[in-house]
């Protein structure tokens, strides 16, 4: 059985049930460098959960159906066949993996992305640079 997760994405959220299900949303932004790369992982998450749950709607089928049929073709996506599992990648109650992730937006069409480091952070903090060229 899998333990505890690190972080749970939906609670970045002013309102975490938004999360994958609603485009505007309300971040809660990150104190400091780690709290942004978490922030931002959560926010690609739920961009391209969003863009599932669209598919879904648009083409009659659920979350069910294709996790079915991704384990039955032996993919990794979503970690297994796992309905439950699915489910609760896309509601933001566990992280997704990098995996997950590439594989959602293979399956949307919907490119990886990151974002800036000022819009992830409450203050300000040094962006990470590479040092000047002697």
Known sequence: MPGKP??????F????????NQEDVVWRLAPDLP???VLAQCREQHELALQ????LKRDGTSVADLAVRFH?????FGGSG???LWRNKLAGRVPARAEDLTLWSWLTGV??????LLTLVEAEILEPRF???H
């Open 6 to 11: 690190r972080y749970v994405p939906c609670k």
């Open 13 to 20: 959220l002013e309102h975490p049930g938004y999360f994958g």
């Open 35 to 37: 709290g942004a790369l």
């Open 52 to 55: 599932i749950h669209l598919r």
């Open 72 to 76: 039955e073709r032996g993919a990794a």
């Open 82 to 84: 796992n309905t439950q």
């Open 111 to 116: 490119p990886r992305k990151t974002y800036p």
């Open 131 to 133: 040092p000047p060229a």
